[in-house]
């Protein structure tokens, strides 16, 4: 296993890379989010311990191009920050796992360890679909750079058809999985979101009907219902 270890106090930095080594772990060290980010270009790392308060490149954009970019490699958030929200803040950012500071070397080595198991080819956080993006994370969808603001419904619906890549989605399949246990299996619901969900991500129309099988994303087709 390889690590980068993204630090800007060189003593802990340090201390962290010579007890990884005793585990037969190697590490490198990154002491600013520049660095980091030039190491991530030229090394393919397994796990990156990052801390989100660096000089340069903040963590939270080392760990946002780090998922944008689908280098490969998963991120540990290691932090003095304890609180909740930070935790989720980090989560929502695409981190893998989080460690708070002051922590415990053999914690860590054990968190290492079973991050580096984990399959590489996991879906990324972030769902892209041609000019189509959407955050499940953050809640957020843009078309061609532009902010599409969607009820609840329209953006689990949406990522259900995201989620397929250009498959086909039954109405029943979208009934199941945007809607609870209480939904009415004969209701129209789907179809009305489908068609207010396609007028508010605009021309040209991304979301296709298949007449008698449901629905799917596609580029320029007809919005016909």
């Not at 993006?133 to 957020?140: I, K, M, N, T």
């Not at 599409?148 to 990522?159: G, I, M, Y």
């Not at 890549?165 to 029943?172: D, H, I, Q």
Request: glycine content about 8%; aromatic content about 6%; overall charge negative.
């Amino acid at each position: 296993m390889r690590v980068l270890i993204v630090e800007d106090e060189l003593y802990l930095a340090e201390a962290v890379q010579a007890g990884l080594r005793l585990e037969a772990i190697a590490a490198d060290i990154a002491g600013d989010g520049d660095t980091a980010l030039e190491r991530l270009g030229l090394y393919p790392y397994d796990v990156v311990v990052l801390d989100r308060d660096i000089p340069g490149t903040h963590g939270d954009d080392v760990c946002r191009t780090i998922v944008e970019r689908r280098l490969g490699c998963r991120v540990l958030m290691l932090t003095a920050a304890g609180h909740l929200d930070e935790k989720v803040t980090g989560f929502e950012l695409g981190a893998d796992d989080y460690l708070t500071k002051p922590f415990d070397l053999k914690e860590l080595v054990v968190r290492l360890r079973s991050l580096a198991r984990r399959p590489k080819d996991s879906a990324p956080p972030i769902l892209e679909h041609g000019d189509l993006r959407l955050d499940p994370f953050r809640r957020e969808v843009f078309r061609s750079g532009r902010y599409v603001s969607l009820t609840r419904k329209q953006f689990a619906v949406l990522e259900v058809l995201m989620a397929a890549r250009g498959g086909v989605v039954s109405a029943e399949s979208l009934l199941e999985k945007a809607w609870d246990e209480h939904a009415d299996p004969f209701t129209n619901a789907v179809r009305i979101t489908i068609s207010t969900l396609r007028k508010r991500l605009g021309q040209p129309w991304a979301i296709h009907t298949v007449p008698g099988v449901g629905y799917r994303l596609d580029e320029g087709s007809d919005p016909s219902v």
